[in-house]
Nanobody, 124 residues
Framework: QVHLVESGGGSVQAGGSLRLSCEAS????????IAWFRQAPGKERERVAS???????SYLDSVKGRFTISRGSTKNTVYLLMNSLKPEDTAMYYCAGRSALPCGGASAYLFDYWGQGTQVTVSS
């Protein structure tokens, strides 16, 4: 089992930055692939970014060049640095983990482990 906990959300003005963290505990073999998803009220959940091990990254087109996903010094922590935030980035952000490929192209139902989410609100 893997337990995921997100942190770092908050309220910022457009153009600001936030760094989200996802801390994993338990059987971290289940976190070779970590993805950040987001869901805004009335909208479907979408995958924002993913990382497989340390170097296989992928991004939603609308966040490319603004968001960066990375792992910390240990495998157990994954960050999502969000720059140039826009009001349309407002959503609940979740991290999710799975142990195998595919990673970057994986739909939400393929992920075995989920955190509780952290709210990001961007005001104009």
């Amino acid at each position: 089992q893997v337990h995921l906990v997100e942190s770092g959300g908050g309220s910022v003005q457009a153009g600001g930055s936030l760094r989200l963290s996802c801390e994993a505990s338990g059987d971290t073999d289940g976190t070779d692939c970590i993805a950040w998803f987001r869901q805004a009220p009335g909208k479907e959940r979408e995958r924002v970014a993913s990382i497989f091990l340390r170097t296989g990254t992928s991004y939603l087109d609308s966040v490319k060049g603004r968001f960066t996903i990375s792992r910390g010094s240990t495998k157990n922590t994954v960050y999502l640095l969000m720059n140039s935030l826009k009001p349309e980035d407002t959503a609940m952000y979740y991290c999710a983990g799975r142990s195998a490929l595919p990673c970057g192209g994986a739909s939400a139902y393929l992920f075995d482990y989920w955190g509780q989410g952290t709210q990001v609100t961007v005001s104009s």
